[in-house]
């Protein structure tokens, strides 16, 4: 892969992070206005325990769905160290040193191929 390919592939991941991000925040906008409207619109400060039981559900499936999905979408662009199989995109300290170098910054695996 080159630096150019590499860098297309990491501005692509951040529109995708974006993009699910986005959905993810409607989604909970969505949840925070359906509880209010339950509880009969007087209940603003989450007491209910129907609200903190689906927001705790909400938040923590809402986490692990978002990490699932960005770690299969780098898989799918191949931003994946052939070595020891971590993700390049997550730390933007080891993002930029694959860039300046062409080094994974874990193991030290040639990444980019001038």
């Known amino acids: 892969m080159t630096k150019n390919e590499f860098i297309s592939k990491q501005a692509e991941w951040k529109r995708y992070r974006f993009k699910i991000g986005c959905i993810y ?12 409207l339950l509880s009969g619109m007087k209940d603003l400060h989450g007491t209910s325990p129907l609200f903190r039981v689906c927001g705790f559900i ?5 986490v692990l769905l978002f990490l699932w ?13 052939p070595n020891c199989k971590k993700p390049l995109f997550f730390n ?8 300046a170098t ?3 910054g ?4 040639t990444i980019i191929n001038d």
């Open 58 to 62: 909400y938040f923590c499936g809402g």
């Open 92 to 99: 933007a300290i080891l993002t930029k040193n694959v860039i």
């Open 25 to 36: 925040g409607a989604g909970l906008g969505l949840f925070m206005l359906w509880s209010f």
């Open 102 to 104: 062409g080094k994974c």
């Open 69 to 81: 999905l960005n770690v299969r979408r780098m898989k799918q662009l191949g931003a994946i160290c």
């Open 106 to 109: 874990r193991c030290g695996e």
